[in-house]
């Protein structure tokens, strides 16, 4: 049987898609607490991307513990109980190779609470105001 070509674009969307699929197997063994653990029992977690390789073979897991309280201790557990998560999640996706986790903190939020922090800035409004009356 031939192999079938694929576009760049086919292919960013097959990720995207796993890397979903990913995310809602996680995230909801996380929000049913099926994983024994006492640090992850008390912590609410959410799964707010995963990033997969080209080959699905590696899957890059970003989170967040709510109210960012204890995010190293979640990120540990998490790490603790990585084989957990990677059989669950092959057995629930069926791919030919299950993919191997990597538990990495989402930092997007406190980037974007850092420049709303920027903006709100009197030194920065005044230059946006002055640049508005300019253009």
Do not use: C, W
């Not at 995207?16 to 909801?28: A, D, F, N």
């Not at 999640?89 to 997007?108: H, P």
């Amino acid at each position: 049987m031939a192999k079938q070509q694929t576009s760049p674009e086919t292919r960013s969307v097959r990720l995207l898609k796993v890397g979903e699929q990913v995310r809602h197997i996680l995230s909801e063994l996380l929000a049913r607490q099926e994983v024994h653990d006492d640090v992850l029992s008390a912590h609410t977690v959410s799964v707010t991307e995963v990033r997969m390789s080209p080959d699905l073979r590696h899957a890059t897991v970003f989170i967040k513990a709510l109210l960012g309280e204890d995010e190293d201790l979640v990120l540990k557990a998490l790490r603790t109980n990585t084989a957990f998560f990677q059989r669950e999640v092959a057995q629930r996706l069926r791919l030919k190779y299950a993919a191997r986790l990597k538990f990495l903190a989402d930092e997007s939020f406190d980037v974007a609470s850092k420049i709303e922090t920027l903006l709100a800035d009197p030194k920065v409004q005044r230059d946006l105001r002055d640049q508005e009356s300019d253009g």
